[in-house]
């Protein structure tokens, strides 16, 4: 083989031996495509044969069993029995293997895996990696990895410390993994080096820090390598890392080089703005505003994403953006994600514009008919000046008659797709993003990293800090005392349940909304309330919704429909029922619905189960300081309560791990491209691009 000629990891997988159709289509499954996607699939976990326990030791060493990952064990042994049988009561296939290594025995329980029960020999090596728990008949260990380490009466001589762990893709086992690996390392040759020298350090190079990983020397520090923090790892999310970096930072060059439409400021425009101000502007209002008007006649176009805390008043700052392209002879045009929501701003801009609020058109998807038509025809013939809606407007067959900004308010929910459409309608408008939910500053920069950023830091004054409380289900009445007396003083409640998929089969019994409108309705006979779940009809929910802003219903029970935005001074208590099924950002959000006027609010969980976390939301009001704590309980997937909100997919780079050197790679990104990319550099941006799915990043 080292004969044959070395190769640039950009070469195709097929290249390499062994590699049959079926393994083939495996690989390409699993994205992987060249001789670098296949390296750069680090093995999921490293076995540290330096300490295999001794079966004997286990019941000594008085193991507690449990299944975190801290728990896992490693044990090497015989097949010494092998039993195949069905569970009785859910008809599953059960394999027992009994393994014994000289000192005592141990028993390894599959479930759902007939094949082993034939692949497997008595007399057969095993290296087990898994939970132990306690079984009937003492320790077991269920559904644990198993590596073959040869039958009877071969060598039992290891040849390394650390063994790598791949998961398996189809037809691929961790051996046949192994194999390909070693060869495209031994025939890859190592890339030229296009990282920046301040960034690469004293790192190893690409090709050393991949033969590190998938070959660690016996005197590698077996913490470091499963936490992923050696130095080859950090070399690797280093040259992730900067890759995005360096995408988001052309697309933001490419941006500031178009020329963007200039609103010509005056006297009367500041007047005309002033005019429709019901209070003063808070100072941070007041700071966002001037970037955004610096934005908006500079000759740029905007991009900017407008952060704030619920409740600091984003509405006004976008309202005002609105302003200065209306009020200069185009058209702003706001996305809200919900029909309530957009309702909502409706309504607000109704109030904020007065006598001129005939310059507004709302655009619902379900309108009827003549309604949408003639609201189409007034947003073609530039009647109208503020338009506000759902997905309808770029659903729909509208078109601007000369569209210059574009606010998107609770931005996530918004798929870059959507965007991109509603960019196609009108030339080349601003854009004014709003995010719901704080977003920690390494997860702005991974999202929204090609956005100027401004902060609301400041609320609005004459808040109160709502009266959190967590109570256990025991506890639960004093919630509902509480919620009778803001009602009896003329003040509305929320009553918040979480949907249940009938498909989550957790062991806690859970109360439905069903189930809580019966409690309620037990509770507080005759009172005027009002349900609203996510599988209602729009007109309906709207309906229901409406009922309670304006007042005529006095409680509220609903899951997270009206998580985003809903804005009812008037309601001074929520009750969340099983807090701990929602993310701590997610619970802010929610109780950011209350306190909205000038009465004293209160904010209830009511859980039985990590009181730990939810204590956070009793300790801090501050929506960016549990924003980050969420981010680091839950990662960056379940942040965004979806796994599609366009996030970059890292193979070794963790966004909360590595959000210092994100913003290394960033500033250093932004250096290079000012300096000139090298030929190496634009080559790995090539093919990074794809692989991290940049042209998704907004
Ligand atoms: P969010 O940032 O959560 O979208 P909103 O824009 O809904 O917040 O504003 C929250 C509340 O604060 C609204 O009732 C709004 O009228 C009020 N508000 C906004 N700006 C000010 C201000 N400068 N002074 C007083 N109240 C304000
Ligand atoms: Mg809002």
Same mark, same amino acid.
């Given at each position: 083989?080292s004969?044959?000629a070395?190769?640039?990891?950009s ?12 393994r ?19 093995p999921?976990?490293y076995v540290?044969?330096?300490?295999v ?7 000594m060493?008085?193991?507690q069993?449990g ?5 896992l064990?490693?044990?090497?042994g015989q ?15 059960l ?12 028993k390894?329980?599959?479930?759902n895996?007939p094949?082993l ?6 007399g057969?090596?095993?290296l ?11 320790l077991?260990m269920?559904?644990p990895q ?7 009466g071969?060598?039992?001589e290891?040849v ?7 998961r ?5 086992t961790g ?7 070693d060869e495209?390392?031994? %025939?890859?040759? @190592?890339?030229e /080096?296009?990282?920046?020298?301040? #960034?690469?350090g004293?790192? $190893?190079?690409t &090709?050393?820090?991949l ?6 020397p016996?005197?590698?520090d077996?913490?470091l390598?499963?936490?992923r ?6 070399r690797?999310a280093?040259e992730?890392l900067?890759a ?5 930072e ?5 941006r500031?080089k178009r020329?963007? %439409?200039?609103? @010509?400021?005056? /006297?009367?425009l500041r007047?005309? #703005?002033?005019?429709?101000l $019901?209070?003063? &502007?808070?100072?941070?209002q007041?700071?966002?505003?001037k970037?955004?008007v610096?934005?908006l ?15 600091s008043?984003?509405?006004?700052v ?11 002879g ?9 029909e309530?929501l957009a309702?909502?701003?409706? #309504?607000n801009?109704?109030?904020?514009l007065g006598d001129e ?14 309604e949408k038509?003639?609201?189409i025809?007034?947003?073609a ?7 506000v ?6 659903q ?8 210059r900004?574009?606010?998107v ?6 798929g870059?797709?959507q965007?991109?459409?509603l ?14 939910t704080?977003?920690p500053?390494?997860?702005a ?17 004459g ?8 109570l256990d289900q025991?506890?639960?009445?004093r ?14 409640a929320?009553?918040v349940s ?20 019966s ?7 005759g009172l ?15 309906a ?12 509220l029970?609903a899951?997270?429909?009206i ?6 001074p008037?309601a ?5 029922d099983?807090?701990e ?10 109780r950011g619905r209350?306190?909205?006027g000038a009465?004293?609010?209160?904010f209830?969980?009511?859980?039985d189960?990590?009181t730990?976390r939810l204590?956070?939301?009793v ?14 309980i839950?990662?960056p997937?379940e942040?965004f309560g ?7 997919q890292f ?13 290394t790679?960033?500033?250093a990104a932004?250096?290079?491209i000012a300096e000139g990319?090298s ?11 794809d692989?991290l ?6």
């Amino acid at each position: 083989m080292s004969s044959l000629a070395p190769l640039p990891l950009s070469t195709q997988v097929t290249v390499l031996r062994g590699l049959g159709p079926a393994r083939a289509a495996a690989l390409q499954d699993a994205g992987i495509e060249s001789l670098g996607d296949l390296l750069m699939q680090l093995p999921f976990r490293y076995v540290d044969r330096g300490c295999v326990v001794g079966l004997g030791d286990l019941e000594m060493r008085g193991f507690q069993p449990g299944v975190e990952d801290h728990d896992l064990i490693t044990v090497l042994g015989q097949v010494h029995e092998l039993r195949q049988s069905t569970t009785r009561i859910q008809r599953m296939a059960l394999t027992e293997v009994l393994l014994n290594d000289g000192t005592g025995t141990l028993k390894l329980v599959f479930f759902n895996q007939p094949y082993l029960g034939r692949s497997l020999k008595i007399g057969d090596r095993l290296l087990a990696f898994g939970p132990l728990l306690k079984g009937r008949g003492g320790l077991e260990m269920r559904g644990p990895q198993l590596e073959m380490m040869g039958r009877g009466g071969e060598s039992t001589e290891w040849v390394r410390r650390f063994l790598p762990l791949y998961r398996k893709l189809g037809p691929i086992t961790g051996r046949v993994r192994q194999k390909l690996v070693d060869e495209a390392l031994l %025939r890859a040759h @190592p890339p030229e /080096e296009w990282l920046p020298p301040g #960034l690469c350090g004293r790192l $190893p190079d690409t &090709l050393d820090a991949l033969k590190l990983l998938h070959h660690p020397p016996d005197e590698s520090d077996p913490r470091l390598l499963n936490q992923r923090e050696t130095p080859a790892h950090q070399r690797l999310a280093t040259e992730e890392l900067f890759a995005f970096a360096l995408g988001v930072e052309l697309r933001r060059a490419g941006r500031l080089k178009r020329r963007g %439409r200039v609103v @010509p400021t005056s /006297e009367g425009l500041r007047e005309k #703005l002033k005019s429709f101000l $019901p209070f003063h &502007l808070t100072g941070a209002q007041r700071k966002v505003f001037k970037e955004i008007v610096e934005d908006l006649t500079s000759g740029r176009v905007m991009h900017r994403l407008l952060q704030g805390d619920v409740g600091s008043g984003k509405t006004l700052v976008a309202f005002l953006s609105m302003a200065m392209v209306a009020e200069t002879g185009g058209q702003g045009a706001l996305l809200a994600p919900t029909e309530v929501l957009a309702r909502q701003h409706a #309504l607000n801009f109704g109030r904020l514009l007065g006598d001129e609020a005939h310059r507004m058109q709302l655009l619902l998807g379900p309108m009827k008919a003549a309604e949408k038509r003639e609201a189409i025809a007034r947003i073609a013939n530039g009647e109208a000046r503020y338009i506000v809606g759902t997905h309808a407007l770029f659903q729909e067959a509208v078109k601007f008659s000369d569209l210059r900004l574009v606010v998107v308010d609770e931005q996530h929910r918004f798929g870059v797709k959507q965007r991109e459409a509603l960019k196609q309608k009108g030339g080349d408008p601003h854009w004014l993003v709003m995010s719901a939910t704080p977003i920690p500053r390494s997860l702005a920069l991974a999202l929204f990293g090609d956005l100027d950023q401004s902060v609301l830091d400041e609320l609005p004054p004459g808040r109160q800090p709502i009266t959190t409380k967590l109570l256990d289900q025991d506890a639960a009445e004093r919630a509902w005392n509480l919620v009778e007396k803001e009602i009896a003083a003329g003040r509305q409640a929320f009553v918040v349940s979480p949907a249940i998929d009938p498909s989550d089969e957790t062991k806690i019994k859970l109360r439905d909304i069903q189930a809580m409108e019966s409690l309620i309705r037990a509770r507080f006979p005759g009172l005027d309330l009002e349900v609203v779940h996510g599988r209602l009809k729009p007109d309906d929910m709207a309906a229901r919704m409406n009922r309670f802003v304006s007042g005529d219903a006095k409680l509220l029970l609903a899951t997270t429909v009206i998580e985003v935005g809903v804005d009812v001074p008037n309601a001074t208590v929520m009750v969340v029922d099983h807090a701990e099924r929602f993310g701590l950002s997610q619970l802010h959000q929610l109780r950011g619905r209350v306190g909205r006027g000038a009465h004293r609010s209160f904010f209830v969980m009511i859980s039985d189960a990590e009181t730990e976390r939810l204590r956070a939301l009793v300790e801090t009001q501050d929506g960016f300081k549990i924003a980050q704590k969420d981010l680091e309980i839950r990662g960056p997937g379940e942040f965004f309560g979806t796994r599609q909100a366009g996030l970059p997919q890292f193979q070794v780079a963790d966004l909360v791990r590595d959000r210092k050197l994100l913003q290394t790679c960033r500033e250093a990104a932004a250096k290079a491209i000012a300096e000139g990319l090298s030929d190496a550099q634009k080559d790995w941006l090539r093919r990074e691009q794809d692989r991290l799915k940049l042209a998704e990043v907004s």
